[in-house]
C-alpha cells in the first residue's frame, strides 16, 4: 500500500513564474491536507480538501495561492507568480473518510524561488 | 514506504500521570526528530526536538528519549494536565527530509 506522494520533491522557479505541487493521497482516503514549514518555524496549516470541495482555507494566502482536489487525480496546490518568500518545504497529508485523527503525510516538496 | 511510525493511534492517562507516546523509524541515515502538537482546526506546532548526537533533551514536563540502535523515540509528559489533550506528530529528518508517523491521540483525563 503506497504512501503519499508528493511530486515534484524539489521545485526551482523564478519570480515570476508558477508552481504546481501534486499530492496524491493514499488508496482510499478522500481528504487532503496542505501545509507549509518556512525554515525555522513549525508546520502552518493552509487547506483543507474533500474530492471536489474545499473544507477550510483559512490557512491560505488571500492572493495567488489556490488548491483543488478533482475527483479524478492528484490534488494541486498551485502558486502563481512565485516570491522568494514562498521558498518553503510544503506537506501534503490525507486521511480517510471517516474522519478520525491520524494524518499521513507525504515527504513534502521543497520549493526554491530564486 | 513509511519510514515513521506511530503504532498507538491513541492514549488516554489521568491527570498528574506519566503520558509516553512512542515512535519508531526505519533510516538509519535520520538525525534529528522532533515532536509537534497537534490541536483540532489547527496545523500542528513543534514541541521538542533532539539531535542523534544526544540520547535525551529535556524541556520543563517534556522530554524526549532517543534510542539509535532501536530506530525508537519516545515523548515522555510528565506530570500530564487536561491541556496536554491533543494528537502528537512525531518526524524524523536528515538533510533532504523530512518523514513524520501518522500521528497519536493523546487524552488526559481530569
Known amino acids: 500500500n503506497a504512501g503519499v506522494m508528493q511530486n515534484p520533491r524539489h521545485l526551482v522557479r523564478r519570480r515570476g513564474q508558477e508552481a504546481r505541487l501534486r499530492c496524491s493521497p493514499m488508496k482510499g482516503h478522500s481528504h487532503v491536507y496542505w501545509y507549509r514549514q518556512l525554515p525555522e518555524e513549525g508546520l502552518k496549516f493552509m487547506v483543507y480538501?474533500?474530492?471536489?470541495?474545499?473544507?477550510?482555507e483559512s490557512g491560505m494566502p488571500k492572493e495567488r495561492f489556490s488548491a483543488e482536489f478533482p475527483k479524478e487525480g492528484p490534488s494541486i496546490l498551485r502558486i502563481q507568480q512565485v516570491v522568494r518568500g514562498d521558498s518553503a518545504a510544503y506537506f501534503c497529508a490525507s486521511s480517510p473518510p471517516i474522519q478520525g485523527d491520524e494524518q499521513f503525510f507525504g515527504p513534502g516538496t521543497r520549493l526554491t524561488v530564486l | 514506504d513509511q519510514q515513521v511510525k506511530q503504532n498507538s493511534p491513541s492514549l488516554s492517562v489521568q491527570e498528574g500521570r506519566i503520558s509516553i507516546l512512542n515512535c519508531d523509524y526505519t533510516?538509519?541515515?535520520?538525525?534529528?526528530f522532533l515532536w509537534y502538537k497537534k490541536y483540532p482546526a489547527e496545523g500542528p506546532t513543534f514541541l521538542i526536538s533532539?539531535?542523534?548526537?544526544?540520547d535525551k533533551n529535556e524541556d520543563g514536563r517534556f522530554t524526549v528519549f532517543l534510542n539509535k540502535s532501536a530506530k525508537h523515540l519516545s515523548l515522555h509528559i510528565v506530570p500530564s494536565q487536561p491541556g496536554d489533550s491533543a494528537v502528537y506528530f512525531c518526524?524524523?529528518?536528515?538533510?533532504?527530509?523530512?518523514?513524520f508517523g501518522a500521528g497519536t491521540r493523546l487524552t488526559v483525563k481530569p
Open positions: 518526524a524524523a529528518s536528515d538533510n533532504n527530509d523530512m518523514r
Open positions: 533510516n538509519s541515515m535520520f538525525d534529528y
Open positions: 480538501l474533500q474530492k471536489e470541495n474545499i473544507i477550510d
Open positions: 533532539i539531535s542523534s548526537i544526544k
